[in-house]
């Protein structure tokens, strides 16, 4: 086992999705190899134009709280998740999506975020990155 964090983002909620890009660039500036891998409504945030977008986990009112949120982290100085995810990708974060939430969810690679999208793997791909990681999220 390495010094490597592998993180499943499972929700599309936007405080979820900033929780575990803060989480992952955290673990690279550590100097831990890190890998996200998006499954379901997480994958679908990947989705051109769709990052941003989205509800809150608690407080949506909705949309209301959403906005409220964002306008509180800007005001906080807090980064965007479009600034999140090129941190990650700069410090050489690994995004992984998952193929069989795809087919599921129809969502075709031209859908996705290429500049995003490191792997498309399946079950094994996630298993083997736990396999190898000290730290194993799901969020």
């Not at 990708?89 to 690994?94: F, I, Q, T, V």
């Amino acid at each position: 086992m390495n010094d490597k964090a592998t993180i499943i983002v499972h929700s599309g909620d936007l405080d979820k999705i900033y929780s575990a890009l803060i989480v992952a660039n955290g673990a690279l500036s550590m100097g831990m190899e890190v890998s996200l891998y998006f499954t379901f409504w997480g994958l679908s945030r990947l989705k051109k134009g769709e990052l941003e977008k989205g509800p809150l986990s608690r407080m949506n009112l909705m949309g209301i709280g959403s906005r409220m949120v964002k306008s509180r982290m800007k005001k906080a100085n807090v980064v965007s998740l479009e600034r999140l995810l090129s941190d990650f990708k700069e410090l050489g974060g690994k995004i992984i999506a998952c193929e069989m939430t795809m087919e599921i969810m129809g969502i075709k690679a031209d859908d996705l975020r290429s500049d995003l999208i490191d792997e498309y793997g399946a079950v094994g791909t996630y298993i083997q990155e736990a396999k190898e990681s000290k730290i194993n999220l799901f969020i």
